[in-house]
């Protein structure tokens, strides 16, 4: 039992403590503690409004979190391990729990009403399932998600490998985008039509873990298994340590990749990426500024190196590979093929309708607001054969197209594995995977605006 409430009080303090800064105190990245085999238990999420802070020397802001006097509270899970989750719904509308990217069954997939009913203000919905995949995984909810998730409501969920990764440390670093007004007060602008039929909502302030440009600490010669995750609604980011420091990439979307240098990887929302980071010596009070290159580059994030070093010099191994996902393979020539167009948006024909309907975007044509028990799938899949989809975006924006339940290949020159595949504008690209989750899973765009208009659609696998 102590292991366990160790483990608990890393998890939901030590974890979270660095995140709580109300004073002048500076991110200090804390290290998963990874010494125990005792299960986590049940763990608890009651989404509420809460004031957080954003900057450290500006007033507060009143946002929507998973625990009081938090932001983006991690869940730690082991790979095999049951995970529970109750979440008591305090906020003043009902909501739900998606568990992005890791495969769930259905009835745990928080999708209102396919997979669930909506937990109402004022109930629980406890969420159980076993985690088959280890990695970098987030939460956030799927009903009116372009406010919920605008407002704040977002988490990682981590699920740690049967064997602990080697690194001195795993940090999380969840990427968010704010529209604030000047009182510090958020934007409730949520539904607007010009987001809606461009790029999405965009913010005028994006942080890391909760805060801007966050200083982490880091010791000299230190290995750092970063864990980025962009939860925004609508912004890309793209975390940029280029000439500044040894990263390499080790996961994409949470699946394991060949360890590679690190050469800046967009993340559009939803996306993850895991990258070590090799610290050098340091020098005192010598922060380095990491930019997010995504656009114009702005700051992102500070590096600091100090203290007593880990070891005498820098690792110069590669990390290791990750232990790659019990994902079952597509047969490529039994798959049977599909086609999925992504049409619509500012410049295209739908755009006087959407003024009207504010119905932006279709998928094969057909544009879907809602799901329904009675909605009809966009694709019916048989159970346990693979298929083939080829998407192209008929569009002049870019879309981050995810689909529930499963795991898919991106079938490029190098296939990955995914669960959100970015189509950027004209461009095509094509999807594989084993239909082998049974239910009605949600295929949409992860740019929050596009899918509350039009671009989201259901697939039966049955
Ligand atoms: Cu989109």
Known sequence: MTSRRKMLQYGTLSLLAPWSL???ADVVATPWLRNSDDSLGVQKLAPQVTNWHLFDDLPSSSIWSYKQDSFAPIIHAKQGEELSVKVDNNLPESTTVHWHGIRVPNEMDGVPTASQPAIEQGDSFTYSYLPQDAGTYWYHPHINSTE???RGLVGPLVVHEQQDYPVDRDVVLVLNDWLLNDDMSLSDNFYSRMNMSHDGRFGNVSTVNGRYNPLLRFRPYERVRLRFINAASGRFFRPDFLNIMTANLIAIDGQPVA????KGLTLAPGMRCDVVVDMGAGAKGDAVQIADSAYKPVRLMQIQV????VRSSSLTTMPQQLPRNPLAQPDLRRAKSLNLSLEGGAMSMSMMKGMATGMFWSLNGRALKTVHSDTKPLMNLELNQSYRIK???NTNFAHPMHLHGHTFKVLNEEPYWTDTALLLPGKETEIA?????????MLHCHVLSHQASGMMATVEVS
Do not use: L, M
Not at 306 to 309: A, I, L, T, V
Not at 433 to 441: C, E, I, L, Q, R
């Open 148 to 150: 919920q998730v605008s």
């Open 391 to 393: 998407i192209k975006n």
């Open 433 to 441: 995977f084993v239909a082998d989750n049974p239910g009605t899973w």
């Open 259 to 262: 360890p590679r240098p690190y």
């Open 22 to 24: 109300n004073s002048k």
């Open 306 to 309: 100090d203290g007593q070093p």
